[in-house]
Nanobody, 127 residues
Framework: QVQLVESGGGLVQAGGSLRLSCAVS????????IGWFRQAPGKERDFVAA????????WYADSLTGRFTISRDNDKNTVYLRMNSLKPEDTAVYYC????????????????????WGQGTQVTVSS
């Protein structure tokens, strides 16, 4: 069993930056593809970004490419999501999720392929 804990959310002004962290425990993080998803009030939980076990492949929601960067440090069992040039529409609860093995963009953008989820961290971007 793997546990995921997100941190780093908060309130930021439009144009600002945040770095979210996803701490993986229970098993070594290098066993899992890690994805970030977000859910705004009244909306579906949408894919944000994901990274393979070694970090060699990453992929992003089309609308976020260039502003968000996913990375991982397997020695620290932590995956990061750096978010720049934040906009009010980025306001949401951000979740990290884990899938055993390597997913790639064909499957790794879909919630149903991730078996483990964190509790989420709130990101609020003010205008």
């Amino acid at each position: 069993q793997v546990q995921l804990v997100e941190s780093g959310g908060g309130l930021v002004q439009a144009g600002g930056s945040l770095r979210l962290s996803c701490a993986v425990s229970g098993r070594t993080s290098s066993s899992y593809t890690i994805g970030w998803f977000r859910q705004a009030p009244g909306k579906e939980r949408d894919f944000v970004a994901a990274i393979t076990r070694s970090g060699s492949s990453t992929w992003y929601a089309d609308s976020l490419t260039g502003r968000f960067t996913i990375s991982r440090d397997n020695d620290k069992n932590t995956v990061y999501l750096r978010m720049n040039s934040l906009k009010p529409e980025d306001t949401a609860v951000y979740y990290c999720a884990a899938a055993a093995g390597d997913l790639f963009s064909s499957r790794g953008s879909y919630r149903e392929f991730y078996a483990y989820w964190g509790q989420g961290t709130q990101v609020t971007v003010s205008s």
